[in-house]
């Protein structure tokens, strides 16, 4: 049961596309209270409370304990204390005695306050007064989500070579340089379906151009990757470089379609390119324009994009460097009081992002005038968007891979996230896990991290342990800062541990895909807290570094250095299965109850549900190259089970046709291993 309540005139948010009943009178389970001209919703949460949600945000599962700014921010140092990451997703789903989910759609900044300034305390602060309220009733907390991601609609679905592993750099300069990181990976036997392509791949960083200098025929270029198995896939940057004679910028600045300063000038920020301007994506028009530019690097064989810069990020504006000019000429060197230095400091690192800046440009939405921070969580949301339509427009019946930095729900429907700068952090690997169910939560499925860290110097143990992890996320990529130590698969020295535990993802393909697609199409999350699954269980309700990966199986990965392994707990009896590559495994039936589980460096431990299958094909170099006609089948059974597995070309768009399932039936057997195929149980092998 969902209704919403209308808050004075809300901005369009394009959240939601799902039916709610019309709420009377005062908002169910909230108290609203009136503050400084503010409107405040406060509940009183009991003390084992669990409060799940915010997608892409800080902390861990259970969000209480921390304050939480729903502000699309350019935040890579995620330490403890930030407020505010790349995404802004405010659903948040209260579990304990009662369940129920709330929703706050809102363009602007809302402040959650989650038991931080009184422990047993939840309150929201919308920071305008138009908004509305969902509140959603459910049996539990995973009905709740169920419901919540009908009401948001289907999650964009990936093409399936964007399961591959995918590797990342930023500072790949030219052509030589893609070719070798390819050829390494191809002679080393390490699996790789992808190279990105970060800004150095532009003219001088300017959006939909490609350097002739570094990439003297690309179309050539891209085709010779493609027969290689490996699709390139570039970066597209929010600002539009401010050059004469530069198509996208001649044609934004006379069709009116870029933001706004008050007096009618086009609005002008400090990005890579130096001074751009910023497409206005809140106006169709511009979405449309800027949607269709994607088509060039598609005539030259693209196949995927991902949107980069749409907080949006600025360095600087001009604006903001008079007022440090001022403040620096003014500024009286010879003080001796320390706050002068700090606040010295402070306004000089404070440049970047100002909450002035984004105060002083505006949106035509279509008619309507809107100033940026009143519509800011909405910006990303809709370049996203821009690519999808266009795609729609131009490639009407593939797939192509989209995913973006900056988010608001509603743009769960029109590409995936990943989770923005990062760093080479082992806490930053825990933040990974986490985040995944609650991003799950809030219709974001093609998702992942910088795998190994995207800033700082990453080691041996954190890229082997991270992509341990990271072979269970949609997106798998190792992404890396320009001047941070080189962290491909191979930059180690040895290559065998990495190429090992890649090789394992791709048996698991077929797996994480079927539950992906099935997760997508029945708006469903492929990683759920132990909670959703075993709601009786008192103590899987407060695991938070273990996770369910699709119907068959928890994972439990190791995320502490120099650790030999960890403790795990079982909700149930499980199978343990340790990789350690796609063929090597051990097997062990596991006790419910916690147990300490050894894991070294090179070993992945999976556990498999009782009465579940976990099929598994032959390892690939690439997902062109693999094979779906048989399969091993893990399994760990006192009944007769089934698996439906979803299986397509992983390209077209027909994703509702009934024979994309095949089914794998096993009968009576207690704990086998064989070869099958779908259907027919080919052979079978007690371990
Ligand atoms: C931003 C992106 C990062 C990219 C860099 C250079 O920091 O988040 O992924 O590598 O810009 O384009």
Known sequence: MIKKYVYGNPIPTNAVVGEAENG?????????????????????????????GLGEANRGLNKRGGIYRSFCSDEPNQTEDRQS???????????????????????????????????????????????????????????????????IGRSYIAPRWAFGYQQSRWSYMNEDEIREVVRIHRERGIPLDAVYMDIDYMDGYKDFTVSNERFPDFPQFVQEMRDQGVRLVPIIDAGVKIEEGYDIYEEGRQYQLFC?????????????????????????????????????????????????????????TEEGIAEAKEYLENFDFATNDPGKFFELRERMSGLSNRMKDYESFYHNMDGTIVRHDQVHNLYGA???????EGFEQFSPDKRILLFSRSSYIGSHRYGGIWTGDNQSWWSHLLLNIKMMPSLNMCGYLYTGADLGGFGCNCTRDLLL?????????????????????????????????????????????????????????????MFRPLAFEYPADNFARTVEDQLMVGESIMIAPVYEQNAVGRYVYLPEDMLLVIFKSSSVRKYQI????????????????????RNKLLPLCRTSKCTDEMDTSMFEIIAFTDDNIEYLMYEDDGISKNYSDPDHYVSFAIKDVDGVLGAVSPKTIVKLSLF
């Open 24 to 52: 009377e009178g005062a908002v169910q389970y909230l108290s609203e209270l009136e503050m400084n001209g503010k409107l405040l919703f406060n509940y009183a949460m009991e003390a084992d409370d669990i409060v799940y």
């Open 85 to 151: 990451l790349y995404g802004a997703h405010n659903f948040i789903v209260i579990t304990g005695m009662i369940s129920v989910g709330f929703f706050i759609d809102c363009a602007s900044e809302v402040k959650f306050d989650i038991g931080y300034t009184s422990p047993n305390m939840l309150n929201i602060e919308p920071s305008c007064r138009d908004f509305t309220v969902y509140v959603i009733e459910g049996k539990s907390a995973y009905d709740i989500v169920r419901q919540f991601r009908e009401l």
């Open 260 to 316: 706004k300063r008050a007096d009618g000038s086009d609005f002008v920020a400090g990005v890579w390119p130096g001074r751009t301007h910023f497409p206005d994506f809140m106006n169709s028009n511009a979405r449309m324009w800027f949607g269709s530019k994607y088509k060039v690097l598609i005539d030259s064989g693209i196949e995927g994009f991902w949107n980069d810069m749409n907080e949006p990020a600025m360095f600087y």
């Open 382 to 388: 809709n370049m996203t968007r821009a690519a999808a």
């Open 465 to 525: 342990r991270w992509l341990a992890f990271g072979i269970f996320t949609p997106l798998m990529r190792n992404h890396a800062a320009a001047g941070t130590r080189r962290q491909e698969a191979y930059a180690f020295g040895d290559t065998e541990d990495f190429a090992n535990i890649i090789s394992i993802r791709y048996s698991l393909i077929p797996y994480l895909y079927s539950e992906y697609m099935k997760a997508c199409l029945n708006n469903d999350m």
């Open 590 to 609: 596991m006790k419910k109850g916690m147990h300490f589980i050894p894991a070294a460096v090179n070993e992945v431990p999976v556990f498999v549900r």
